[in-house]
């Protein structure tokens, strides 16, 4: 007699799921230059480089898309990285850049920085030694001249001056310099940048008379 002996054997499947991802992404900033950081505030020109990476947390669902909107020349889909620029205009600008991954999670970043396009304003100051006839403004040698400057933005870096000037080099705002001697028209100029570049100067030609009036006496003839 033959006896058979059979087995049962059962094999069982486990499915391990990961986890829910739940973290939405990191968005991290980079401004390119030029640009100029006063306290609180960046300063920037239209031409200045923004971008902003998006990663996803590690073991994540990865990233989505992104979205840039704002007073930014770019607005509409954004692929992260790649650079943006703001809109013209010396104001503040506001960006955002929204990023979700693909389970859904978003995350944004939004910034306000100032656009500063334009340079330092001169303004000219002479000191009452001087006479304006209509069409041109003479002065002695000794005759204060002096140049105020100010920029509404990111503020002045540095000023030179040049020309038929006592003083020619670095400038500093409001203090007083003097033409070269000898009558004559003299030209000068200033030349002033901001933080960011952007320039500015004043160019102008005075008269100098250091040359008192001449008399001259002249005796009548026949009279001894």
Not at 146 to 151: E, G, I, L, P, W
Not at 160 to 166: A, C, F
Not at 168 to 183: E, R
Request: glycine share 12%; aromatic share 6%.
């Amino acid at each position: 007699m033959v006896r058979l002996r059979s087995s049962l054997e059962a094999t069982a499947t486990f499915v391990v799921n990961p986890p829910a991802d739940s973290t939405s992404p990191t968005l991290t900033k980079t401004i390119g230059s030029p640009k100029f950081v006063n306290g609180g505030t960046t300063y920037v020109k239209p031409t200045t480089p923004i971008s902003v990476s998006a990663i996803d947390n590690p073991g994540g669902s990865g990233l989505g898309g992104c979205t840039l909107s704002g007073a930014t020349q770019n607005n509409g889909p954004y692929t992260q990285g790649t650079n943006f620029f703001l809109t013209t205009g010396d104001v503040s600008k506001t960006f955002t850049v929204t990023c979700t991954d693909n389970a859904g999670n978003s995350a944004s970043l939004t910034e306000t920085d100032v656009v500063d396009d334009t340079g330092p304003s001169p303004e000219k100051t002479i000191s009452s030694l001087n006479y304006f006839d209509g069409v041109n403004t003479y002065v002695t040698s000794a005759t204060d001249i002096s140049v105020a400057v100010t920029d509404s933005g990111s503020g002045v870096k540095d000023c030179s001056l040049s020309g038929d000037t006592n003083s020619n080099g670095a400038y500093t705002s409001g203090s007083a310099f003097h033409l070269t001697t000898s009558d004559g028209s003299k030209t000068f100029t200033l030349s002033c940048e901001d933080q960011l570049g952007n320039l500015g100067s004043l160019t102008e030609t005075d008269i100098v008379d250091d040359t008192g009036p001449s008399i001259t006496i002249t005796q009548p003839t026949g009279i001894l």
